[in-house]
């Protein structure tokens, strides 16, 4: 396979080769790539409410990095975006940048942190509603304010995104009680119908999921189709039966 197209050439039959290789290029110097981090540790806030430092993740060893800075993107809808960059060589393996350490970099807020959520890089979320100064807590994927876990239609959403459910998915909730749940998680499949007079058919896979309360929310216990209690007691022994007893086989 043939990475660098400039040292690629044609082999012929008899061991003979066409084309010409570029002296210079094993030897061009190792370039500078704009890059971001690849993880944030955490946010903190100074005294002031305007100042973050950010903890973040970058190439570590000589000539690795250089110029890592953070700088506000745009303040909307109650959100800092908040963007993390640096330079670094480590994209060439000649650099011997192989590994990563922790650095610091703060960046100047054009208002309070207060009553904001700060976004790093489109990605990472902290706030500091419900912080312990002076770190902002980082938000789940459930969001910040995520709904308290229970037999709520918002709870249940939540649910849904811990089976990791593809988009377009709907539930039907069979039986819940605060501390256990049970949900028909539906995803619509093949062609997207109209007018169900044009002789479109919609289809919808279905999965039925148990899931366990807790702290952070509503826990996946895994799936099954078969009827009553027999597949959810294999997962959890603990499972109500009040909640499965009366489930039918789910058909296919």
Not at 139 to 164: E, F, I, N, R
Not at 178 to 199: F, Y
Request: proline share 6%.
């Amino acid at each position: 396979m043939c990475w660098l197209l400039s040292g690629c050439g044609t082999m012929r039959a008899d061991g003979g080769a066409t084309g010409t290789r570029n002296p210079s290029t094993a030897e061009s110097p190792i370039s500078w790539t704009l890059a971001a981090p690849m993880a944030v540790n955490g946010v903190s806030v100074a005294a002031d409410d305007r100042t973050l430092q950010l903890d973040v993740q970058v190439p570590a060893g000589t000539n690795c990095t250089r110029g890592l800075k953070a700088a506000v993107d745009t303040v909307e809808n109650g959100v800092i975006y908040v963007k993390v960059t640096f330079e670094s060589t480590s994209m060439d393996r000649r650099s011997g940048c192989t590994h990563d350490e922790r650095a610091l970099t703060s960046v100047r807020l054009p208002v309070s942190v207060v009553g904001h959520r700060v976004m790093v890089n489109s990605s990472d979320v902290f706030t500091l509603s419900g912080a312990t100064r002076p770190a902002l807590r980082k938000c789940g994927k459930l969001g910040c304010d995520p709904a308290p876990t229970g037999c709520t239609s918002a709870s249940y959403q939540q649910a849904m995104l811990t089976a990791d459910t593809p988009q377009h998915t709907y539930w039907d909730d069979l039986g819940c009680d605060g501390h256990w749940l049970v949900l028909e998680l539906s995803t619509r499949m093949g062609p997207a119908c109209g007018d169900v007079s044009s002789g479109c058919t919609e289809s919808a896979l279905t999965t039925r999921w148990f899931f366990r309360a807790a702290p952070d929310g509503w826990h996946a216990l895994g799936t099954s189709d078969a009827a009553g209690c027999a597949g959810v007691l294999r997962m959890s022994p603990a499972f109500p039966e009040a909640l499965c007893r009366h489930l039918p086989a789910l058909k296919r």
